[in-house]
């Protein structure tokens, strides 16, 4: 069973593997957005970090 | 199943009645009219029907209608629906109209808006304007329906969230909506403008001030919010047959964080099948597209936020046939009678196209 955490970008629920590793990518599916794992505290739990994105170029 | 009836059937949005209902499985087609077609069949005015059915187009009658229907489209032009429909109301006929003679709840409105003095206001108050996302519960007990304009239920469907929710503080008014509309949207009576030398490749501005839509948008949102909208438009046609883009400008200070519109989106379209939340950080199409709803009932709403400015851009994309008209009629429908509203409604769009 897995764990679950809320997207920063739109709140959405973002559910985290259980075996999770620090550093995994996760993505939010209702958006989009790539999360890297971080430890929370010294009880193993995750939070979420922004992941690098590539942007969108049109030109600007 | 219902006897429907189609009124005004060998239009575009006449023929996309046709297709949605001749493949509803608790609808039974049984008249198609039209002035001009009547005795033809019908594939040969909307050749992707051959093959669906054998029906053909029929004269309009009132009586007639009155005993082999229980339920009629009309999707005649402005100001020729207010003469047939009545006819059909007054026998007990559930009439779903998509003109505009009976969008607007005051009929002083009709000559600013359309030019005509209303002949029959007292049905106006009797007729429910139908966008099942916002307004469900009231369609389900309605017996007279109106749909509203393929642009208005567009941009409604991206701004009404952002009226309803006050903790936004969004400045009512000051909306700018901007339409980008294919060429279905004109209709299928041709003109010099909508030839294909004159038509192809264009981004016309039409209608850059004082769209009659407009009127539909502030009589919705003002409804939702319960204070005044003020809401310009203008629209352009742009080189797609089917589809529209409406992105609209509205203004907040301070301007809000993502997750707070994230969260007046959800609020109200948690529960509704046919609008999907686009805003997307990974692939070619990041916010809504009318090219990812085409053929279908969908409407994709997203939205952007300049901070600088306080500048909030909403977005929406619909097939302007399907949600913008003949699948929102039947959406409409479905709830009238006590169903599913995704009956019959629940085709992927295509793609690519």
């Known amino acids: 069973m897995s764990a679950t955490a809320n997207c920063l970008e739109c709140d959405a629920p973002v559910p985290v593997p259980q075996d999770a590793i620090k550093g995994e990518i996760v993505t939010c599916k209702e958006c989009g957005t790539a999360f890297e794992l971080a430890l929370a505290g010294s009880d193993g739990a995750f939070t979420l970090l922004l992941a690098e994105q590539e942007e969108e170029d049109w030109g600007e | 199943m219902v006897r429907v009836a189609v009124l005004g059937a060998s239009g575009y949005i006449g023929g996309e ?26 594939f040969r005015v909307h050749p ?55 969008r607007l709840s005051d009929s002083r409105m009709y000559p600013v808006w359309y030019g005509y003095d209303h002949p029959r206001p007292d049905l106006l108050e009797k007729f429910v304007l139908s966008i099942p996302e916002i307004n469900r519960d009231k369609v389900k007990g309605a017996s007279l ?45 041709p003109s010099l403008s909508t030839h294909f030398s004159e038509r ?23 409804s939702l919010s319960g204070e005044r909208v003020a809401v310009s438009m ?5 080189n797609m047959v089917r589809g529209i883009l409406s992105t609209s400008h509205l203004f907040v200070s301070p301007p809000p964080k993502p997750i707070d519109v994230w969260k007046a ?3 109200m379209y948690s529960g509704s099948y046919f609008v ?68 019959g409604l629940t085709m992927a769009p295509l793609h690519p196209v």
């Open chain 2, 200 to 222: 192809f490749n264009v981004v016309r501005p039409y209608k850059p001030a004082g769209h009659r839509h407009s009127a539909e948008i502030e009589q919705v949102l003002a």
């Open chain 2, 265 to 267: 989106y959800r609020a």
């Open chain 2, 234 to 238: 203008s629209a352009h046609a742009v």
């Open chain 2, 145 to 189: 329906v109106s749909s509203p304009g393929c642009t208005a239920i567009t941009a409604i469907l991206a701004l009404a969230p952002l009226l309803k929710d006050k903790s936004l503080g969004v400045d009512r008014d000051h909306i700018v909506v901007d339409a980008k509309v294919g060429s279905s949207g004109a209709g299928g009576k």
């Open chain 2, 276 to 343: 999907r939340m686009v805003r997307d950080k990974q692939g070619p199409f990041r916010l809504p597209d009318p090219k990812l709803v085409i053929g279908s009932n969908f409407c994709d709403v997203g939205f952007e936020i300049e901070e600088r400015t306080g500048r909030l851009v909403a977005l929406s994309a619909t097939d302007n046939l399907v949600k913008g008209a003949a699948g929102n009629a039947v959406q409409s429908m479905n709830l009238m009678l006590g169903l599913d509203e995704k009956t």
């Open chain 2, 48 to 102: 992707n029907l051959r093959g669906t059915t054998e029906l053909k187009f029929s004269s309009f009658d009132g009586g007639g209608l009155a005993g082999s229907a229980d339920l009629a489209f009309a999707a005649l032009p402005h100001g020729e629906s207010v003469k047939a429909v009545p006819q059909l109301a007054d026998a007990g006929l559930k009439v779903i109209d998509l003109s505009a003679d009976f």
């Open chain 2, 17 to 42: 009645l046709l297709r949605l209902l001749l493949q509803h499985p608790e609808a039974e087609l049984v008249a198609a009219t039209s002035r001009t077609h009547a005795g033809e069949y019908v």
